[in-house]
């Protein structure tokens, strides 16, 4: 079991920016990426950015250049970095963490934190 815990979010104006943080416990030593996802007011949940045990990372096209995900493997947690944050960057953002151990594969997902753009 892995847990993931945010924090960061809020209500700010649109070119400001925003740090998200997630915590994780539990087993943690089987996770091989861990990233962000939103979920738009009315929208499905998406993919903002990941970032793999090595380092690797993938953004969304919408966020590419404007935000930055990155890691502390010693504390267990994933950051993320808002900077230049539009209207629609509002929603719902979740931490998520893949588990991989042998031929087993989970999702785990945070309670997710608001985060708000006004124009």
């Known amino acids: 079991q892995v847990q993931l815990v945010e924090s960061g979010g809020g209500l700010g104006q649109s070119g400001g920016s925003l740090r998200l943080s997630c915590s994780a416990s539990g087993s943690t030593s089987f996770i091989s990426a861990m990233g962000w996802y939103r979920q738009p007011p009315g929208k499905q949940r998406e993919l903002v950015a990941s970032?793999?045990?090595?380092?690797?990372?993938n953004y969304a096209d919408s966020v590419q250049g404007r935000f930055s995900i990155s890691t502390d493997n010693a504390k267990k947690a994933v950051y993320l970095q808002l900077n230049s944050r539009k209207p629609e960057d509002t929603g719902i953002y979740f931490c998520?963490?893949?588990?991989?151990?042998?031929?087993?594969?989970?999702?785990?997902w945070g309670q997710g934190t608001q985060v708000t753009v006004s124009s």
């Open positions: 970032i793999t045990s090595a380092g690797v990372t």
């Open positions: 998520n963490a893949v588990w991989s151990f042998l031929l087993t594969t989970r999702d785990y």
